[in-house]
């Protein structure tokens, strides 16, 4: 996991946004998935932040609304 997270530094643009935010139309939240876990976190002002990490297999969007909205 700690080296798909290193490769944020170059292009964390061309990861896939959030699928359970882009239903609302929330873009700026992004991902990664690596075997079980989403890492989860947003760009601003070329800037990286982890959002949360957590186990793919749980239903995050109650979760997830709480952090993000």
């Known amino acids: 996991m700690k080296e798909e997270s290193k490769k944020l530094y170059f292009m964390p643009e061309r ?9 609302l139309g ?25 959002i949360m990490v957590i186990d793919s297999r749980r239903d995050i969007k109650d979760l997830l609304f709480q952090r993000v909205l």
């Open 15 to 23: 990861k896939r946004v959030v699928p359970e935010l882009k239903a």
């Open 26 to 50: 929330i873009t700026k939240y992004r991902e990664i998935v690596y075997k079980k876990w989403r890492i989860i976190f947003k760009i601003e002002n070329r800037a990286i932040y982890v």
